[in-house]
């Protein structure tokens, strides 16, 4: 069975196509995976577990409990549709920038951090990973883990910061 890709002209911005590609692959949505899901999606950068339950509690009847956060975003990031950001340690949704490789199981994506504004841009690059994992493997290293983090400045905090330099 072929597997649908995201448009990659548009964002999602809510767990529909989640929903699609996991009744596709037979996984299982759970409300609670949803809510965090869409609240990835439309978060369009990464949030901290805690900041998650924070902002659920505003949309939910019921407070949820850290731990149920947290399982739903091990399962979402176990079924390849969020990345965990350990630098950030934070969670973001896969977005539709790869979509050769995103909602599908892959092998880890390069996630660019800035860590000044905490933006994070997930691309997918096969010549480098192959390179990094041959020059891992020369060494001894497995890579491990669904993401390779290189944290720099994002061209929105490089501009600031040269306005800031020019005053």
């Known amino acids: 069975m072929q597997q649908t890709k995201p448009n990659n002209t548009e964002q999602p911005k809510s767990a529909s196509t989640a929903d699609t590609l996991c009744t596709q692959r037979g996984l299982r949505l759970t409300r609670v995976r949803r809510l965090v899901l869409e609240y990835l999606l439309n978060a369009q950068m990464p949030v901290k577990a805690y900041d998650i339950q924070d902002a659920l509690r505003l949309t939910t009847p019921k407070t949820l409990p850290p731990a149920s956060i947290y399982r739903a975003l091990d399962y979402l990031q ?4 969020v990345h965990k950001v350990g630098t950030l340690n934070a969670y973001v949704a896969c977005t539709d920038t790869c979509p ?19 933006k994070s841009r997930e691309i997918s690059d ?10 891992m493997q020369r060494q001894g290293f497995q890579l491990q883990g669904d993401t390779v983090e290189l944290t720099g400045t994002c061209p929105g905090c490089a501009q600031q910061q040269e306005q800031n330099c020019s005053l």
């Not at 176990?78 to 549709?81: A, D, S, V, Y």
């Not at 096969?126 to 020059?135: D, E, F, G, N, R």
Request: glycine share 4%; net charge positive.
């Open 78 to 81: 176990q079924e390849g549709l």
């Open 100 to 118: 050769e490789t995103c909602y599908v199981r892959h092998p880890p994506v390069f996630m660019l951090v800035c860590p000044r504004c905490r």
């Open 126 to 135: 096969p010549k480098l990973y192959q390179t990094i994992v041959a020059t």
